[in-house]
Structure formats: structure tokens, C-alpha cells
């Protein structure tokens, strides 16, 4: 069982707005920045937003990231066929001391 | 360019050990922790633990603590995760990862298939 948790699954149709949840606890998202990752098949996993809400250079203006309390989301604004894959959020764990990820989330686009 | 480099493929029996290496590049190896992550087939990033290189500390998650050794060698900016006693379930890929704070890691390693077979 992660200690951030994610549904397993989200999908939307293309130009859709889709949302991927993270929800954590007091000792980890309520008091740290969450960073998301993007992975596809087969490949090393992305970053696509960090400090819960910045995005780094080279990713496409449609991810954005939030967090309110003890949860987190990513949004993708206009979904695209090419943004299918697996999303993971992660964080600071203040109890066990070091970085905990979810459990991932598959993003389908039909 | 700011890269960390793996070994490759492994193919162990059960019961056998196996050990990986990480080797960095183009920055500081001395300033950054390096993560292990696991990510058996089909499924989530699972963190092993990690390593100061300044001064080799480490940490391990508990399902792996007591199994799995991290190392480095400082004269060759590279970093060693070794596991024994090896199931069919260790069958995954392992990712070398520099965290630069709290749960930013980039970059990663290009991943080591270990498979674990009779």
C-alpha cells in the first residue's frame, strides 16, 4: 500500500479537461511541494510538475499542478492522444523521513 | 550534460545475489543523494533507498533493509546497489535516480532489467 494514494485509473477524449488525484496525509503533502511524473511504456519516468506547481521547461503549458491541504492534482487541460500513460505523484514524508511516491495512475485517452 | 549511466541486463537464479552500478556524470557526484527505485512489470515505482555519496551513508525502505546494500566509489562518481537472495518476484526493472530536494529526482538512470528464473 503506498502512502500517497492515486486512482488507479482516469481517462478522458481529446480536448478534454482531466484531473489525477493524490491524496496524502499531514506529515507529507500538507507541509511539502509534490512533484509529478509522466511515464510511458517502456521508458524512464518524466517530470512534469514540481514544487506542486511549476512546470519544467520543454513541458507543454496544458499540465498544471495544485495542491490544497492534504491532497494534490494534476490537471491536464485538453488532453491529447499523446499524453496516455502513467502519472505517479510524490512527496516528503516527514514521519518516515525521506520521499514516498503513489501508486500511479493510467491515463487512457479515447 | 548531467546523466547517470547503468549496467546492464541481468539474468539470476533464486537464491543468487546481483549488483548494479550507477555511474554519474556532469555534475558534482559528492552533492546529491542517489534513490534506487523498483518497478516490477505492470507496476508502480517502489522506492529501495538511498545514498549519500559525500559520506556514504545510507537508508533503505524496510521491505528491503537487511537484502540490499547500497555503495559508492567516490574516484569514479559511480554507485553500487547490490541484493541477495533473489525471488522470482525481485524480476524488475531498477532505476538509479539523483534527488535534487525533497522528492525531485532527475535524472534517472536508463534502467537494469534483473529477471530472476530457474
Known amino acids: 500500500q503506498s502512502v500517497l494514494t492515486q486512482p488507479p485509473s482516469a481517462s478522458g477524449t481529446p480536448g478534454q479537461r482531466v484531473t489525477i488525484s493524490c491524496s496524502g496525509s499531514n506529515s507529507n503533502i500538507a507541509g511539502n511541494f509534490v512533484f509529478w511524473y509522466q511515464q510511458f511504456p517502456g521508458t524512464v519516468p518524466k517530470l512534469v510538475v514540481y514544487r506542486s506547481n511549476q512546470r519544467p521547461s520543454g513541458v507543454p503549458d496544458r499540465f498544471s499542478g495544485s495542491k490544497s491541504g492534504t491532497s494534490a492534482s494534476l490537471v491536464i487541460s485538453g488532453v491529447r492522444s499523446d499524453d496516455a500513460a502513467d502519472y505517479y505523484c510524490?512527496?516528503?514524508?516527514?514521519?518516515?523521513?525521506?520521499?514516498?511516491f503513489g501508486g500511479g495512475t493510467r491515463l487512457t485517452v479515447l | 550534460q548531467e546523466q547517470l549511466v547503468q549496467s546492464g541486463t541481468e539474468v539470476k537464479e533464486p537464491g543468487a545475489s546481483v549488483k548494479i552500478s550507477c555511474r554519474s556524470s556532469?555534475?558534482?557526484?559528492?552533492?546529491?543523494?542517489i534513490h534506487w527505485v523498483r518497478q516490477a512489470p505492470g507496476q508502480g515505482l517502489e522506492l529501495m533507498g538511498t545514498i549519500n555519496p559525500r559520506t556514504g551513508t545510507t537508508s533503505y525502505s524496510q521491505i528491503f533493509q537487511g537484502r540490499v546494500t547500497l555503495t559508492r566509489d567516490t574516484s569514479t562518481s559511480t554507485v553500487f546497489m547490490e541484493m541477495n537472495s533473489l525471488k522470482s518476484e525481485d524480476t524488475a526493472i531498477y532505476y538509479c535516480a539523483r534527488r535534487a530536494e525533497l522528492a525531485w529526482f532527475d535524472p534517472w538512470g536508463q534502467g537494469t532489467l534483473v529477471t530472476v528464473s530457474s
Open positions: 556532469g555534475y558534482t557526484f559528492i552533492n546529491y543523494y
Open positions: 510524490a512527496t516528503w514524508d516527514d514521519s518516515l523521513g525521506g520521499p514516498v
